[in-house]
């Protein structure tokens, strides 16, 4: 058990609809990540939140969108679902601004329909 | 831009076989090198890193050399397990760079009893 828990583990959907994807980082961690990975472009870095603040941002759609609350849990939201969102979206979480060892939730599987 | 390429998979193995996974890497400055594995169903795991050159990252018997002359990480055990059946991702850090952990594409290993 890595300590990040992500929820909900597994989300069906329509095209158009929005979701929104819940991650809590390990205990004391104040830095979390949002990968996305897909069998066709594997692991993509979306954004990085370090104590709330947005640190840095990937290859994340204009649809896409995340914040990081005081109490360090994040979410990200994702709007206007498209087929090709369906994915399995991971959250990691680290100590310092740097993701020198990074600790990965289980992910949430999105499927759009 | 930073970007790290892995030997295309599924590689299959027999119990107590040697296994290498290629990894070579591009940056511009002076990476930081990971090998991470994501079991079944579950979500990534940082197995191993090297920090500089010539410097050797090891945990449960897997090791991998930092080679800045080869711009390589390979992955190798020398015997290989039913248990170490999983997905192995080689990715890298620049600080000061686009201060984000890249991951390569990963690649499966399978390994029978």
């Known amino acids: 058990d890595s300590g990040v828990t992500q929820t909900p583990k597994h989300l069906i959907t329509a095209t158009g609809q929005r979701v929104t994807l819940r991650c809590s980082p390990r205990s004391g961690d104040l830095s979390v990540y949002w990968y996305q990975q897909s069998l066709d472009q594997g692991l993509q870095f979306l954004i990085q939140y370090y104590n709330g603040e947005e640190r840095a941002k990937g290859n994340i759609l204009e649809r896409f969108s995340a914040q990081q609350f005081p109490d360090l849990h994040s979410e990200l939201n994702l709007s206007s679902l498209e087929l090709g969102d369906s994915a399995l979206y991971f959250c990691?979480?680290?100590?310092?601004?740097?993701?020198?060892?990074?600790?990965f939730g289980s992910g949430t599987q999105l499927s759009v329909l | 831009g930073d970007s790290v390429t892995q030997m295309e998979g599924p590689v299959t193995l027999s119990e107590e076989a040697f296994l290498t996974i290629n990894c070579t890497y591009t940056a511009t400055g002076y990476p930081s090198l990971f090998w991470y594995v994501q079991y079944p169903g579950e979500g990534l795991q940082l197995l191993l890193k090297a920090t500089k050159a010539d410097d050797k990252g090891s945990n449960k018997g897997f090791e991998a050399t930092y080679r800045k002359e080869t711009t390589s990480f390979h992955l190798e055990k020398g015997s290989v397990q039913v248990s170490d059946s999983a997905v192995y991702f080689c990715a890298l850090y620049t600080q000061g760079g686009s201060e984000k952990l890249v991951f390569g594409k990963g690649t499966k290993l399978t390994v029978n009893p």
């Open positions: 990691a979480s680290s100590l310092r601004q740097g993701p020198e060892k990074l600790f």
